[in-house]
């Protein structure tokens, strides 16, 4: 593998370019941990470092279209998986909707209609 893998090169290639190169890099490492045992240049030690960080950035990319998909497919749906859902903070995951913020219990709808507000002619 010829240097560092950029992440917006590794976003157009298919799931299955994406799982050969994966199969490369981790075989490429594993390579190059035998001959950081055996004795290696310094070269090869410091090369481990950026293939590992390919690895990371190619499953990066596979998970980011595997969840991309995934919200495609759920899209029209009445629920949504929780790992896809917004986290934001539980507080405001609990707090009523506006609809449900917007509702009347039947009390007050019979007191707004038996009561309206006066409006009162004011002298200027």
């Known amino acids: 593998m010829p240097g560092k893998i950029k992440a917006y090169e590794l976003q157009s290639k298919s799931k299955n370019d994406l799982?050969?190169?994966?199969v490369e890099l981790k075989q490429e490492l594993l390579t190059l941990r035998v001959q950081k045992i055996?004795?290696?240049s310094?070269?090869?030690?410091?090369?481990i470092n950026t293939v590992r960080k390919s690895i990371a950035r190619v499953l990066t990319v596979i998970n980011q279209k595997q969840r991309q998909n995934l919200r495609e497919y759920y899209k029209g749906k009445k629920y949504l998986p929780l790992d896809?859902?917004?986290?934001?903070?539980?507080?405001?995951?609990?707090r009523l909707t506006p609809h449900e913020r917007s509702l009347k219990t039947e009390k007050q709808r019979k007191k707004d209609i038996h009561f309206p507000l006066r409006k009162f002619a004011v002298k200027a």
């Open 19 to 22: 799982s050969k190169l994966l």
């Open 38 to 40: 055996v004795g290696g």
């Open 42 to 47: 310094a070269a090869k030690l410091t090369k």
């Open 84 to 94: 896809l859902r917004y986290k934001k903070t539980r507080a405001i995951r609990r």
